[in-house]
């Protein structure tokens, strides 16, 4: 019976609604071509190194026809691989992250949080708005560009949710989920470094930083570090969102992992399905 | 004493009074799922917002789920492709373990708060199963939208499933165990043994907070 605690789950480990940025540029700074060329050939040593040591990336495919519809409806081909990087970041939780948030909770008071989880939702609002424009859902860009409009300029930067009061909801979008209503299907489940994922998704993260202004803030000003500390406390933020949730999944699933799996499938399928099935009118009901 | 005693008897007899209302108007409530889900969760709520102990509330609530859920169903449901691999014992087990860990999931989702509300929504169909969308106000807690499956299989309405976000508890929920028994070479033993583990556990949690 953990469905309802796992939806949040899917989002857990990602901040700010599932993205995680990584600003461009700050590799530049102080780094020559050289140290950089060494330290490319020691990423790849590592990579080689890691591929080397998993014993197994894919799964075999079952024969049995139980197991094979199982395992057809599990999409996840790359289990081996994908529940490695799945244990490795629930130790990162267990020992940096999660200790982390459980400060941030204690130390700073439920408001507080409240507001800087709408300046973030709010700071997400252009990515949101690109996609929704990309996904030809007009009524939803146009939410999504008035939140932007009304919280960054009366609700001070995003702090107060003013949108909100005003008759404008916020709502989720991202890459992965305008790819799919293009028709792309989701290809094989994923479990990335930020949380679940798949193919698609995954890709549609990668557009979705390129979709963020934020990556986009020139250096100097202190604007590069506003941005990491910004990105990073999305992820404490966003963890800290689920401190109850993720520690009844780890006490109650007997498989964590595929809990996760399932749960993520499904929120992802309906939300698709709702981003589908928005067929609102772009003006105002009495203006119909 | 006597006023426990006392209380214990007005109370159950109202709990008597429910269950038979509840008994005598199946055929009128199969017909309107929200007044099932109305009745089902005022009572729900109105035990977990009652100034009572946890292990009291759990008291209560087994017998109003087993009367309003069909757990039986959901069970068979999670178990997927093993419950026909399942010998007949370990399938009763496997129920019996399950209603424990069903309830205790409703405690551990609802029993600590106070002042849980909840609103009805809209009524949709979709095949022989009615979906009935609720909003969950927990106190501290932004609103959940969970919508609830009703179905009419057994000849009264029970609930089959909640869908929370677009997750299906109990689609989940067997992604959970089938991986599980998957994973422990398809011995359905290694379920039971990790349920009656679980249910210890929790038990364990509960008494020692008492």
Known sequence: MQAHRTKATVTMISGRNGSRLRPRGQTREGSSASCRFRMGKAGLALVFLSVAGCSGIKAPVPTDPDSLAEYK?????????NRKTFNLTMKFDKWALRPVAKAYVWTVPRPVRNSLGNMITTMNEPSVFFNDVGAGKPRRAGDAFVRWCLNMTVGIGGLIDVAKMAGYPHHDNDAGLTLA?????????????????????????????????????PRGYGLISFN????????????????????????????????????????????????????????????? | ????????????????????????????????????????????????????????????????????????????????????????????????????????????????????????????????????????????????????????????????????????????????YEAYVGRNGGDVASLIKALKKQVAAHTAAATSTD
């Open chain 1, 73 to 81: 409806a599990a999409n996840d081909p790359y289990e081996p691989l």
């Open chain 1, 228 to 288: 990491w500390a910004y990105n990073m406390f999305g992820v404490v933020h966003g963890r800290s969102e689920h401190l109850d949730d993720l520690d009844a999944l780890e006490r109650d699933a007997l498989d964590p992992y595929a809990t996760i799996r399932s749960a993520y499938q499904q929120q992802r399928k309906a939300q698709a399905e709702a981003l589908k099935n928005d067929h609102r009118a772009t003006v105002p009901a009495w203006y119909q």
């Open chain 1, 181 to 217: 209503n293009w028709g792309i299907s989701s290809g094989p489940y994923l479990f990335l470094p930020m949380g679940p994922s798949s193919f698609r998704d995954g890709i549609g993260y990668g557009i979705d930083q390129g979709l963020s202004p934020w990556n986009y803030v």
């Open chain 2, 1 to 176: 004493m006597i006023f426990q005693a006392g209380r214990r008897i007005v109370l159950g007899s109202l709990a008597l009074a429910c269950a038979g209302l509840l008994v005598s108007m199946p055929a009128r409530a199969a017909q309107d799922p929200r007044t099932f889900i109305q009745t089902f969760g005022n009572t729900l709520v109105s035990i977990v917002n009652s100034p009572i102990p946890l292990g009291e509330k759990k008291v209560k609530i087994l017998p109003l789920v087993q009367q309003n859920v069909d757990i039986d169903a959901i069970g068979r449901f999670c178990m997927g492709r093993y419950w026909k691999l399942a010998t007949p014992e370990q399938r009763q087990t496997y129920l019996s373990l399950f209603h424990d860990v069903l309830v205790n999931t409703i405690i551990d989702k609802l029993g600590a708060y106070r002042g849980v509300t909840f609103t009805i929504g809209d009524v949709s169909k979709s095949g022989d199963l009615d979906a009935v969308q609720t909003t969950l106000v927990l106190p501290q807690q932004p609103p959940a939208d969970v919508k609830w499956i009703v179905s009419y299989e057994s000849g009264a309405p029970k609930v089959v499933d909640m869908v929370g976000e677009g997750a299906s508890l109990r689609m989940t929920q067997r992604g959970d």
